[in-house]
Every structure is written in C-alpha cells, then in structure tokens.
C-alpha cells in the first residue's frame, strides 16, 4: 500500500508553520493514542502512521528533503541522511540511491554515499530559508511639553553599518517610555527575508514644576499660612496658561483641587484632569511684633 502523504496525514498544508504541525499532530495523537484504544489494530497503525509524519515534518532538514522528494527521501535506510527508519524497507545500495537521485541531481554523485558526497549535493540543491532581520531600538528623550503636545524630530541611526536619518513624529500624549515602531526600517533580512523592525523609546525630561500620573497633570503651589487660613487666590501656571485659583478660608497643607479635563490628552482622546496640589509655607525669620501677634491668636484661638 502506498504511504499517504505527511501534510495530508496530519490535515495540515505545506506551509504550516511547525507550531501548527505541533498542535495538529498533538490533537491526533490524543485520540487515536494505543492507551485509549486498546486492543484495535486500526488505532494504533493510525497512531504510528501520525507520528512517523511528525517526525519528519517537525525536523527541518527532514521536511526539506521531504518537500523535495516526497516518501522517497527516506526508502534507503541508514543512520543519517535519508533513510531513519520511516521508509520501512530495505536499502538497494549506492546503485538504488542514483536511480532515485541522480536525475534531480542532473548525473552522478560526486562521493560515495555516507563520505559527505550526498550532503554536498542537497546543500547545492535546496535554497537556504529566508529569515527576517533583527529589530532595532534606540532611545529618544524629548521635553515634558513635547511628549504632552507633540513633536517632530529629524534623528540619525546606526542601521545596516551606515547611518540613516529618521522622521520620527512624536504622538501628543505619548507617555514616558512608550515605543514607536518604523515597520521594515530595521536589519535587513537573511537570503531575501523581510527586514526587522526600528523601534524608538521615547523618554521624558523632567519639567521644573509640573508631574504627570497618567492622563492628569499635578501642579504644586506654594501659598503663606494666612491665605490659607483667611482663604484668597494662588495663581497657577500650566505649560500654555496661567490663572487664578479661588483657595477656601481652612485649606490645609497638601489638599488638591481637581480641575476637570485640565490635563493630558491621550493618543485614545481622553483627557485628563489638572490637580492643583498647596503647599501651606510656614513663616521663617519673625519680627518681634508678629511673634507678639501669632502668640496674641494662639491664646484666644
């Protein structure tokens, strides 16, 4: 009976990648396992016939021999090379393997089978697989108004041993240690493959006065106890505006007043809130009649 073909074996294509030649193989085995099917001969013939196909197809240089020359590869036993096992006959010798093999080759082998003669002639026969370049990544710091609003800059790169200028738009919104991605703009491919990806971290300086948590922007204020106490204005700066803030008479040291969509907006379009954080500053260097004073409040107080 003739063998069926590997790929159809496992209900697989030629160009399954061998994560999906694991899993087709893995959900066959599982169900016509011998431990699950005792006793039927059916079962277990389809199991060694599963497995037999798994082997070759997972091992790349037996798939590839495999997608040359199908079944044949491997009906001239052996320990290495064709053969294996999986063909399940016996060897004819180095005259069989001509027969089978000289044609594709275009005449006579130059060594003898097993003297490196035959992995000469297949190493000139197959084409080397195409691999994709490696990705590259480098570091941009920019401003903390830039990465709020958005910038452009013009920056040269160590790429492909020669440098090359990239136009990289920094996105408003972007955060501190976000990643931009040039598709293609990386190392080139091996044997004809893709080239790699250029990936640009972009990190944040940081501003004299302003923090960002998020999508919110914290902006501390320093104010004297007695407008705290009195309650008055505080006038705030952000990075394009300033105003003036209304304080309660009481406020404390360290309380926030959020100021809705105040803040950044993201790359998604949500904006954030603006968080004006006091600081209540405590009196340095007092003249006798305002320690008079403060002493005067603290008995009546």
Not at 223 to 243: K, N, W
Not at 252 to 265: A, P
């Amino acid at each position: 009976m003739s063998k069926r073909d590997y790929y159809e074996v496992l209900g697989v294509s030629k160009s399954s990648t061998e994560k999906e030649i694991k899993k087709a193989y893995k959900r066959l085995a599982m169900k016509y396992h011998p431990d699950k099917n005792q006793g039927d001969a059916q079962a277990a013939d389809k199991f060694k016939e599963i497995k037999e196909a798994y082997e070759v197809l997972t091992d790349p240089d037996k798939r590839g021999q495999y997608d040359d020359f199908g079944h044949a590869a491997f009906q001239n036993g052996g320990n290495g090379g064709f053969g294996g096992g999986f063909g399940g006959g016996h060897s004819q010798g180095f005259g069989g393997f001509e027969d089978i093999f000289g044609g594709a080759f275009g005449g006579r082998s130059r060594g003898g089978f097993g003297s490196g003669g035959f992995e000469d002639m297949f190493s000139q026969h197959r084409q080397p697989r195409a691999q994709k370049g490696q990705d590259r990544q480098f570091n941009l710091t920019v401003d903390f108004a830039d990465a709020i609003k958005g910038c452009e800059q013009i920056i040269e790169l160590p790429v492909n041993g020669v440098n090359k200028k990239i136009n990289v738009k920094v996105p408003a919104g972007i955060e501190d240690g976000e990643k931009i991605r040039f598709a293609g703009k990386g190392e080139s491919g091996i044997n004809g493959g893709p080239a790699g990806d250029l990936l640009i971290q972009i990190n944040t300086r940081p501003h004299a006065t302003l923090k960002r948590d998020g999508n919110d922007l914290i902006c501390p204020v320093t104010t004297d106890f007695v407008t705290a106490a009195l309650g008055g204005e505080v006038e705030i700066q952000t990075l394009d505006s300033r105003f003036k803030l209304k304080v309660p008479a009481g406020t404390q040291n360290g309380r926030k007043f959020r100021m809705k969509e105040k803040g950044v907006k993201s790359r998604k379009g949500v904006t954030g809130d603006l968080l004006v954080e006091i600081t209540v500053a405590t009196p340095t260097n007092l003249t006798e009649e305002q320690k008079t004073l403060l002493m005067k409040f603290k008995e009546i107080a």
